[in-house]
């Protein structure tokens, strides 16, 4: 049975700091791709970060500069640093996963298109106010 499951969102401050974490089971974790994405009502799903299999990182524009995502693989856990919160960071926050090869082979796509993803948690609410 495939799960992740995010944790850590909530309401916070502008200015302030978050760190999001997200524990997976049912699959094998350490060649995937890890992702978190973030969703608010009318809006398309958007790519914040994703690290791969080896541990390359991407960040979105949009955060660049504030953000951090790290993985434990054994922990099966993937976090998200977000500081120098703004309001605009308002969203439900989404882990995902992106299998590696079948064989073994690490996934290497830094990809932030939400249908290259297998697996979704259900996602984590983050509110900033000012």
């Known amino acids: 049975q495939v799960q992740l499951v995010e944790s850590g969102g909530g309401s916070l401050q502008a200015g302030g700091s978050l760190r999001l974490s997200c524990v997976s089971s049912?699959?094998?974790?350490?060649?995937?791709?890890m992702a978190w994405f973030r969703q608010t009502p009318g809006r398309a799903r958007e790519g914040v970060a994703v690290?791969?299999?080896?541990?390359?990182?991407r960040y979105a524009d949009t955060v660049k500069g504030r953000v951090t995502i790290s993985r434990d693989n054994a922990k099966r856990t993937v976090y998200l640093e977000l500081n120098t919160l703004k309001v605009e960071d308002t969203a439900t926050y989404y882990c995902?996963?992106?299998?590696?090869?079948?064989?073994?082979?690490?996934?290497?796509?830094?990809?932030?298109?939400?249908?290259?993803?297998?697996?979704w948690g259900q996602g984590t609410q983050v509110t900033v106010s000012s």
């Open positions: 995902a996963a992106r299998l590696g090869h079948v064989l073994g082979g690490h996934c290497f796509e830094l990809s932030f298109e939400p249908s290259r993803y297998n697996y």
């Open positions: 049912g699959f094998r974790y350490n060649t995937s791709c």
């Open positions: 690290i791969e299999g080896a541990g390359s990182r």
